[in-house]
């Protein structure tokens, strides 16, 4: 797992849904410690095809 990127990048446990689907959407990218929720799984698919 790449700590320093999860130093630099906490999820808060209040996070807003957007701001999971943020989260994961990067996290996903840069580090596989573990997997994106499935009930997000779509979201992030749509939060990577748009443009950002
Ligand atoms: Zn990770």
């Known amino acids: 797992m ?8 906490r999820l808060d446990a209040d996070a807003s849904r957007q ?15 573990r997997p994106a929720p499935k009930d ?3 979201e992030i ?3 990577k095809n748009a443009a950002h």
């Open 2 to 9: 790449d700590k320093e990127w999860h130093q630099n990048h």
């Open 45 to 47: 698919r749509l939060y």
């Open 19 to 33: 701001e999971r689907v943020a989260w994961h959407a990067v996290h996903e990218e840069v580090c596989h410690c």
């Open 40 to 42: 997000l799984a779509e």
